[in-house]
């Protein structure tokens, strides 16, 4: 068992061995399938994890502290979004409006569901 280096809380920030291994896995499965960045805001930074479609209500749960049944009301947080839905509509609601389409830009990784969008961004920040 590895002693934690002093000063650190614990928390990962580097990809693993198995994390790796796991989008080198991902990245040759049919597009449908690989996984999108979670765009969940959380305290103003995007979460930034990788995440496998149908994975999505686990990692809400596991990630974000989404819990409950079905028909509990539930904020959408993902790029600040700010829709309100039951739990049981959010994986879907996310599927169709933040990812069927979705553009990251390369300098600041805000996300975009229209490429116009991107371009526009693009051109005005950076
Ligand atoms: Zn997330
Ligand atoms: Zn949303
Ligand atoms: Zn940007």
């Known amino acids: 068992m590895a002693d934690l280096p002093c000063g650190s809380d614990g928390y990962n920030?580097?990809?693993n061995d198995d994390d790796e291994r796991m989008l080198l896995e991902y990245a040759a499965r049919p597009v449908k399938q690989q996984p999108?960045?979670?765009g969940w805001?959380?305290?103003g930074m995007a979460c930034s994890m990788p995440v496998i479609g149908n994975t999505f209500s686990?990692?809400?749960r596991d990630q974000?502290?989404?819990v409950g049944g079905g028909k509990v009301?539930?904020?959408c947080e993902w790029t600040k979004c700010g829709m309100v839905m039951n739990k049981e509509s959010i994986v879907r609601h996310v599927t169709e409006m933040h990812l069927e389409c979705k553009f990251i830009c390369d300098e600041c990784?805000?996300?975009f569901t229209r490429r116009h969008n991107l371009d526009r961004h693009v051109r005005k920040k950076h």
């Open 58 to 60: 686990t990692h809400l």
């Open 64 to 66: 974000h502290g989404v």
């Open 73 to 75: 009301n539930v904020r």
């Open 36 to 38: 999108y960045i979670c």
């Open 109 to 111: 990784k805000a996300i």
């Open 41 to 43: 805001v959380i305290s």
């Open 13 to 15: 920030t580097a990809f």
